[in-house]
């Protein structure tokens, strides 16, 4: 079978670029007993990828050059020598930036797309879903009319963990890049507030403003000078989830940002930083709660599906300048 796949060019340096990707025309291997062939059908696209395409020792593994990008997929099963699949099956997997490829079944999970659609598993059943409930629920620990913020909060975790807030009873501000972004959560979302960063005059007043009686959660999924300035509104015995950094995964130097030690220390904040595999062996208790609030109409969500396989590298890149609302999705259709 013809396959189109997508290596990893050259390494970045800052905003990665198309240079730093290359397409390439190749067969699939020959399928083997326990193996399956497999049709690409929607490709996730994750702000962490950024730190593979570099070449440090991290918790995921670096892409090496002139080797596939690979990372969250659902696929459609076109032929199978596995037991456990058969032609038709929907499943999930790490799998290569490819429009087809062959893989071991024991590597796959098999998914259900009667009751929930394809793209769920890629975002509020998938990692981001599953992501924003064990950061709300076992770091950030809201309680009933805590004051929480979540930034990057029109974003794959940060649509679902502010929602997830709201359920617990809690007062939510999202922060996030545009005002069409703001009118979504809280049109849609049911975030209470919401704060454009790129066009308030001063975040720390904005936050303050909105947030009369201080913050008590802050879901940080961005760092950098908004993360400052929300530090700066945390109250006594407050807790920081530490997500994600995006404002920083281009940074070619660490930027010098204000000292907040002095406030964790005095106000006794807790901030932990923690990643979603911590929670691997719990990740069935979220993807109930999860299931169970899409269903009782408590949790929504939202996709930014681009459609093609060649616009993989663009829809990557687009992360980093805000072009998704929810969570940013490839069909290779
Ligand atoms: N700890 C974990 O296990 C874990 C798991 C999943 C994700 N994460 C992290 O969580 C964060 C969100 O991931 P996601 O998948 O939900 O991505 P996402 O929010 O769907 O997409 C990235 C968003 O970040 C915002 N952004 C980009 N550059 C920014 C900047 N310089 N300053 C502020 N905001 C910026 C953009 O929205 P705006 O329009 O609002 O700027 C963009 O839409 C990322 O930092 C990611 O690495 C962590």
Redesign the pocket.
């Known amino acids: 079978m013809k396959s189109r796949q997508i290596v990893l060019a050259s390494r970045p340096h800052g905003l990665p670029s198309s240079e730093n990707f290359r397409f390439e025309d190749r067969e699939t291997d020959s399928l083997n007993d326990n193996e399956v062939l497999l049709k690409t059908w929607y490709i996730s696209v994750?702000?962490?990828m950024r730190g593979r395409m570099n070449d440090v020792k991290s918790y995921a593994a670096s892409f090496q050059i002139d080797q596939p990008i690979a990372g969250s997929v659902v696929a459609k099963v076109i032929e199978s020598k596995s037991n456990s699949f058969i032609e038709g099956d929907t499943v999930f997997g790490m799998l290569p930036w490819a429009t087809y490829c062959v893989e071991k079944a024991e590597k796959l999970r098999k998914v259900d797309i009667k009751s929930v659609p394809p793209e769920y598993y890629l975002g509020i059943l998938g990692?981001?879903g599953i992501?924003a409930y064990f950061?709300m629920t076992e770091i950030g620990k809201p309680k009933k009319s805590e004051t929480v913020v979540v930034?990057?909060?029109?974003?794959?975790?940060?649509?679902v963990a502010g929602q997830i807030a709201k359920i617990l009873g809690s007062y939510v501000v999202g922060?996030?890049?545009?005002d069409e972004?703001c009118k979504l959560l809280k049109e849609q979302f049911g975030f209470d507030e919401a704060i454009n960063?790129?066009t308030a005059k001063s975040m720390a007043t904005a936050i303050a403003t909105v947030c009369p009686k201080g913050v008590d959660v802050y879901f940080d999924?961005?760092?950098?000078e908004?993360t400052d300035a929300v530090i700066a509104n945390l109250n006594f015995h407050s807790r920081i989830v530490?997500?994600?950094?995006?404002?920083l995964?281009n940074s070619t130097e660490i930027p010098m940002g204000p000292r907040v030690f002095p406030q964790i220390l005095t106000k006794s904040i807790l901030a932990q930083?923690?990643?979603?595999?911590n929670y691997s062996e719990h990740f069935g208790e979220a993807f109930a709660y999860l299931a169970q609030w899409i269903s009782e109409g408590k949790l929504k969500y939202a996709h930014t599906i681009i459609h093609g396989f060649d616009k993989l590298p663009d829809a990557f890149i687009s992360?980093?300048?805000?072009?998704?609302?929810?969570?940013?999705l490839v069909e290779t259709k």
């Open positions: 994750d702000p962490y990692m981001p992501t950061g930034s990057g909060a029109a974003g794959a975790v940060g649509i922060i996030t890049g545009s972004k960063y790129k999924n961005v760092g950098g908004i530490i997500c994600g950094q995006i404002s995964y930083g923690f990643i979603v595999s992360l980093f300048s805000g072009k998704n609302q929810g969570k940013m």
